[in-house]
DNA sequence: GTCTATAAATAGATAGAC
DNA sequence: GTCTATCTATTTATAGAC
């Protein structure tokens, strides 16, 4: 995280400041939420003032625009280095490291639920971040079946076992968030393991639209 | 939900007027967060001054106190009119109930990020909450075993149980918000049957701590 | 490239008239 | 009980010296 970017090129200073602004911006944007994050707190811990700040970047929203892109590097390291079901085993590894630098996981959910508003200026970010992951978990999933890692899937299975992870791993890490003192690697982990045994036996869950439940199995 | 505390005291028109105030806190803290909400929107929803708010609020911090209890008493309602099993399935109906007063979702979801920090007003709410969940949902979920309705799991996997049930809902929450064409109502009747199902044939999720896996089923 | 000083807008909160 | 007017603090952003 530290180190990143020792350009040796003719503006190598100036371009540490901005990396070290940009660090800052991920914390204190995952600690405050974008709109209540403000630049004088990103100027303290930078060591620095607002005004130089502007000079690194034209307003705000730039500067946002800067942290998703930086955050979005971090992420999709991975993505490419695992197929099918490997790539749900990678998420216990992808979780360590987000634990490791906590920022980010206060930055993806204070934004996830801060720019749902279409009017915030993180929206299409945010809307096209979590498009882009249901794509790689489907996709993954499919591999997993066109291989015969596990047994077939039709199409709404798969899309809600995708749906369900996100929402495992968004969920989980709520709690987190909450109480620090929870095994968030331990949890994840659990789920990971558990769903991909399911998806062996053919468990996945599929969604039935309002079938007018009998609640025939109640007693 | 409108109408609630029509009072025939000595009082009574000014109450309802604090009750409108309080239904207007709900939707702006919910959509914008306590922090960003300002007395302001809330004053011209409720067709009234910042000024005239204060006269029934000591200051922002009561009001959200109050907004909490408000949100509290609609919640707890059904909790105890089923038991084990029927407990579960009766969260559909609490989601439908959610789905139709849209601003408590995005109140419990903004507020569960954004007084994740110690510090925030209604830190202790959101936590004492949060474990009041908890321990519903393992008091239901032992009950269900103790009757016979599901067999026995050990008490890492109750928990595990509860802590997944509980990402879950706040997971597809998320999603819901964040793109309001999803059917949150399916989603989560779908996870539920399939818990119940899983739980049925002895399927609990067990937390197994860092065993040091080997990745003998990688293909 | 960073600083000090300051502008312009908005926040929560108070005073006092009615 | 609600209003207008005002106070103080904080926000993003700009101007200009160094």
């Known amino acids: 995280m530290q180190e990143v970017k020792r350009a040796r090129g003719p503006y190598r200073s100036g371009l540490k400041r901005r990396a070290k602004i940009v660090e800052q911006a991920v914390e204190v944007f995952g600690r405050y939420g974008y709109s209540k994050g403000s630049l004088q707190e990103i100027a303290i811990r930078s060591g620095i003032t607002p005004a130089a700040i502007m000079r690194h970047f034209d307003n705000k929203e730039e500067l946002l625009v800067e942290v998703l892109r930086h955050w979005d590097d971090a992420q999709v390291a991975d993505e490419k280095r695992y197929q099918g079901l490997a790539y749900f085993r990678s998420l216990r590894s992808v979780t360590e490291n987000n634990i490791a630098h906590r920022g980010f996981i206060d930055l993806y959910l204070t934004l996830s639920i801060e720019a749902s508003r279409a009017d915030h200026p993180a929206h299409p970010f945010v809307v096209e971040r979590y498009e882009r992951t249901m794509e790689v978990f489907t996709r ?80």
Request: net charge negative.
């Open 140 to 219: 993954h999933l499919r591999h997993a079946i066109d291989n015969g890692e596990i047994p077939a899937m039709d199409d709404d299975t798969v899309t809600y076992e995708a749906h369900l992870l996100i929402a495992v791993l968004d969920g989980f890490a709520i709690q987190w968030m909450l109480d620090a003192r929870i095994d968030l690697l331990l949890m994840i982990g659990t789920y990971v393991d558990a769903v991909i045994t399911r998806w062996k036996i053919g468990g996945g869950y599929r969604p039935e639209p309002a079938a007018e439940k009998q609640d025939q199995d109640a007693g």
